[in-house]
């Protein structure tokens, strides 16, 4: 089978900030993978060219075999429509590091959204759909409430039934429980996990290195735009090969 | 003393005796003036009295606030529109839309309304299509002569209308600014199109900053009103008390009437206003009180 992710030589600048620098990698369907390294290394931007909300510069990326914001054809490579490109963010679930929840809909609103928005569902099936959403990541008595009535670690579990509404094959998490509070950040990951079990493809920039170790299948350490090392979570723990890795797990561990 | 911590604190309150004195000063001014203004003989209030609802001035009025209502109906739809058109991803409608907005904020409303009442001694006729390809007196393309007799009243709509539509854009414009820029990612994230997240996630959200100057635009539309004369257009409360007080010699009752009729409405429209920025403010109270 096809990997579900693969970047070939990813560049991709602002101006002159050179961020991406050559990023090559691939992720198995069902594979969790951590992306790991201080800030600055373009984790989170390599994740926003994942679903094409950044334009890369050169290289490729596919998702479930299909390049990512452009047709090939031939030598040419066409950008795609805005509904085009469109579609392809739906089948890509994102989570993000300030939950972006919409503050004037409720928590069952913000999962029914897209539903009824984007995949046309009636609203009484979106409902329907959407409580089964918020029971699972343990929100079903939070329905009515707006985002400002929740705690962060429950905003940010109705942003992942949000993405998982549009029944994505693959989710990207932009560092979830960074804006938490340290006592909120267990429900967070303890739904990342169950999400993960199910045999969910994920990408998550993280700096819970408990939960890479536990959870990932894959790690890969990021720094100055280029992937330093990459390998089994255990491995590169507890025995990290560059010095870069080294330094930086030195700090976070 | 710790016994004493759980009591509730008796204390002498504040005492503000400067604001005292300031308020019985401005309270026994306005007694005062009231009472000079109900025996002031210029006021004449028999005469405000006998025109208030005079069936010349009560149609004027409803003239002012058709005018008000239309040209404001038709500024918010048009200024939505130039506002949405500025930040579009299609560099034509972002042209379109600040010479718009440069031309018709640039000049004076007077001097637009005195245009506008001109514009069928500057164009005779209007025509879309290829000129002079004509077959048997049919042309190729839609032509329609513009009267000379145009309504009066729509022509005033129109001028105040895109004129308004110009300061519209730009309150608009705030309000889609002050929406976070995770809101529009994290739409555009779900597939939502550029259009479905603007409708359904970010004007929403803009309405709430929009609402309060709207209010404000409203208000000073019904005032603005009075200056149609420039079309000329003389049926709407300003012009047509101005031309009652000129066959009375009269003039400061009727502008006393014209003043209370446009307090009315206004005072209307605030009423109006806190009932909509309340139903808007969803999300935010909730917001401002989890604050607290």
């Known amino acids: 089978m096809t990997p579900m992710v693969i970047a070939e030589e990813v560049h991709k600048s602002y101006g002159s900030n050179h961020v991406l620098r050559g990023i090559s990698l691939e992720v198995a369907r069902g594979e969790v993978m951590c992306l790991v390294g201080p800030s600055g290394s373009g984790k989170s931007t390599f994740l926003r060219c994942i679903n094409h909300l950044e334009k890369i510069n050169s290289g490729r990326i596919s998702v479930d075999g299909t390049l990512i914001g452009y047709r090939e054809h031939g030598e040419k490579l066409y950008e795609l429509k805005p509904r085009e490109a469109a579609a392809q963010r739906s089948g890509i679930g994102m989570v993000f590091q300030k939950f972006n929840l919409f503050p004037h809909l409720t928590a069952l609103q913000n999962v029914t959204a897209g539903m009824i928005r984007v995949q046309g569902i009636n609203q009484s099936d979106a409902e329907v759909e959407g409580k089964k959403l918020l029971a699972r990541v343990g929100l079903a008595e939070k329905l009515e409430h707006y985002p400002a009535h929740l705690s962060g670690g429950q905003q940010q579990r109705v942003a992942i039934a949000r993405s998982l509404a549009m029944k994505p094959k693959l989710m990207l998490f932009d560092e979830p429980t960074s804006a938490l509070d340290p006592e909120l950040v267990g429900e967070v990951l303890d739904v990342m996990k169950e999400l993960a079990s199910t045999g969910m493809t994920m990408i998550v920039v993280t700096h819970e290195m408990g939960f890479a170790r536990e959870v990932a299948d894959s790690m890969v350490f990021m720094d100055g735009g280029v992937v330093v090392e990459a390998g089994k979570p255990t491995e590169i723990l507890s025995n990290p090969q560059h010095d870069r890795t080294k330094s930086f797990l030195s700090k976070v561990l | ?292």
Request: hydrophobic share 50%; net charge positive; no cysteine.
């Open chain 2, 1 to 292: 003393m710790p016994s004493t911590k759980h009591e509730p604190i008796k204390a002498v309150p504040l005492r503000h005796p400067v604001r005292w004195a300031v308020a019985l000063f401005l309270a026994l001014s306005t007694v005062a003036f009231i009472v000079d203004a109900a025996h002031r003989s210029a006021y004449d209030w028999s005469a405000f009295g006998k025109y208030l609802f005079d069936p010349r001035v009560t149609k004027a009025a409803g003239v002012t606030l058709a005018l008000t209502g239309l040209s404001m109906l038709i500024a918010i739809v048009l200024g939505v529109a130039l506002a949405i058109m500025r930040r579009s991803p299609n560099p034509i409608f972002r042209t379109v839309s600040w010479v718009f907005i440069w031309g018709f904020r640039g000049t004076p409303v007077y001097v637009q309304l005195v245009f506008w009442g001109l514009l069928s001694t500057i164009y005779h006729s209007f025509f879309i299509g290829i000129p002079d390809i004509h077959f048997h007196n049919f042309y190729l393309g839609f032509h329609q002569a513009i009267s000379q007799n145009a309504s009066l009243f729509w022509i005033a709509v129109l001028g105040l209308s895109l004129n308004e539509a110009a300061y519209m854009a730009e309150i608009v414009r705030a309000g889609l600014l002050s929406v976070d820029n995770g809101q529009e990612e994290a739409a555009t994230s779900l597939g939502m199109s550029w259009w479905a997240t603007m409708r359904y996630i970010v004007i929403p959200q803009a309405m709430r900053i929009i609402i309060p100057p709207t209010g404000n635009e409203i208000v000073s539309m019904l005032k603005t009103t009075s200056l149609v004369t420039a079309v000329p257009l003389v049926t709407d409360l300003y012009a047509r008390t101005r031309d009652i007080s000129a066959e009375t010699y009269n003039p400061v009752p009727l502008l006393l009437v014209a003043s209370a009729w446009y307090l009315f409405f206004t005072t209307l429209l605030m009423v109006v206003q806190y009932f909509v920025e309340k139903r808007f403010a969803r999300g935010h109270t909730a917001l401002l009180e989890a604050n607290v």
